[in-house]
């Protein structure tokens, strides 16, 4: 099986270093990964034409462009429209969520999270699994 190609979108690079080691180290939940980061949502713009990925996370907040504008680009791209896409953000109220998921993200989930949360929402998302967006489901 080869390696599950996921796109991690983060301006803080502690962030970014956590969310890489906690899927590299998941591979029991996620599976074999190629992670490749970018320190903004326009870094994100940039690298999308060298895609597919198979999963996109990413921060809300960031400069230039954010997590919900690049989660509209993505759905908008006859490319990358099918691509699941979990965001991750401080900003954790129901409204900022729904927000989220309106625009087309496949998951939603707050910070701080443990590495296994983080994986198992990675997992829910590269094996197609239902949304966790759903009531009761």
């Given at each position: 099986m080869t390696a599950r190609r996921i796109l991690v979108v983060e301006d803080s690079v502690s962030m970014r270093?956590?969310?890489?080691?906690?899927?590299?180290?998941?591979?029991?939940?996620?599976?074999?990964?190629?992670v490749t980061e970018a320190s903004s949502g326009f870094d994100a713009l940039?690298?999308?034409?060298?895609?597919?990925?198979?999963?996109v996370i990413t921060d809300?907040?960031?400069p230039d462009v954010n997590g919900l504008e690049l989660v509209q680009f993505i759905r908008k791209s006859e490319r990358h429209?099918?691509?699941?896409?979990?965001?991750?953000?401080?900003?954790?109220?129901?409204?900022d969520r729904e927000r989220g998921l309106a625009l087309g993200a496949n998951d939603y989930l707050a910070k701080p999270f443990t590495p296994e949360n983080l994986c198992s929402a990675a997992s829910r998302q590269l094996?197609?699994?239902?949304s966790p967006a759903e009531p009761n489901g």
């Open positions: 270093s956590f969310v890489r080691n906690a899927l590299e180290a998941g591979t029991a939940e996620v599976g074999e990964v190629e940039r690298l999308l034409p060298r895609g597919p990925y198979d999963l809300i907040n960031m429209k099918a691509t699941p896409v979990l965001l991750i953000s401080t900003q954790n109220s129901d409204r094996g197609g699994g239902a």
